[in-house]
């Protein structure tokens, strides 16, 4: 099945600087790349996502970028602003071939933006 | 706007107590899940529902047992509560991908519910 790793666990960051969170995955066939975040006390939101047929995706100041050759993909904050402090987590597929409605996810990154 | 909801936000037990965790959803989906998230270990699939009745286990189901008699309601049931069973609990729901496109695998997040095992 399917194995993500993500980095770094902590990231510490001054307001208006870029943030960078680096997730791998293992299986192949994995087609579906979610990133979500959790503010302090609040449940798991999903902010942005790409499928495996794009190298990039972006909204406004958030963007994800999948290399499929190297099984990894980034969300890559610009401009940070105080209320992008939370967790965040990446996901993959969960199950063999991609085909499954199960994400595993990563083990979250705690990114604090300082003003 | 989808709703999940949980049945409670805090939950304080005994070791060896029965502890049922509810989990409602109103979007008619056809997944629940129930995840476990404890620092620096992420979120960790216990059990998955992918219609009534129909359950699968997860990475980490030992201790738990899950109900899933309707389509809206997902129970997680810990048949005999362990301290280390403290942890936070979410809930999640999403549409299968059996009737909609790849594009809806985005899963719905609970409010959790803060287990404590004493």
């Known amino acids: 099945g399917e194995n993500v790793e993500q980095h770094p666990s902590t990231l510490s960051v001054q307001e208006g600087d870029s943030a960078v969170i680096k997730c791998t995955y293992s299986d192949s066939a994995s087609n579906y790349f979610p990133w979500y975040k959790q503010e302090l006390g609040k449940r798991p939101q999903l902010i942005i996502d790409?499928?495996?047929?794009?190298g990039e995706k972006k909204d406004q100041r958030i963007a994800v970028t999948l290399n499929k050759t190297a099984k990894h993909f980034s969300l890559h904050i610009t401009e940070t602003q105080p209320e992008d402090s939370a967790v965040y987590f990446c996901?993959?597929?969960?199950?063999?071939?991609?085909?499954?409605?199960?994400?595993?996810f990563g083990t979250g990154t705690l990114l604090a933006v300082q003003p | 706007d989808v709703k999940v909801t949980q049945s409670s936000r805090y939950l304080v037990k005994r070791t060896g107590e029965k502890v049922f965790l509810e989990c409602v959803q109103d979007m008619d989906h056809e997944n629940m899940f129930w995840y476990r998230q404890d620092p620096g270990l992420g979120l960790r699939l216990i059990y998955f529902?992918?219609?009534?009745?129909?359950?699968e286990k997860g990475d980490i189901p030992e201790g738990y047992s899950v109900s899933r008699e309707k389509k809206e309601r997902f129970s997680l049931i810990l048949e005999s509560a362990s301290t280390n069973q403290t942890s936070m609990y979410l809930c999640a729901s999403s549409f299968s991908l059996r009737f909609t496109s790849p594009s809806s695998y985005e899963q719905y997040f609970g409010p959790g519910t803060r287990l404590t095992v004493t």
């Open positions: 790409i499928r495996s047929n794009v």
């Open positions: 529902s992918y219609d009534v009745k129909m359950k």
């Open positions: 996901a993959a597929p969960g199950g063999y071939g991609g085909a499954t409605n199960k994400l595993i």
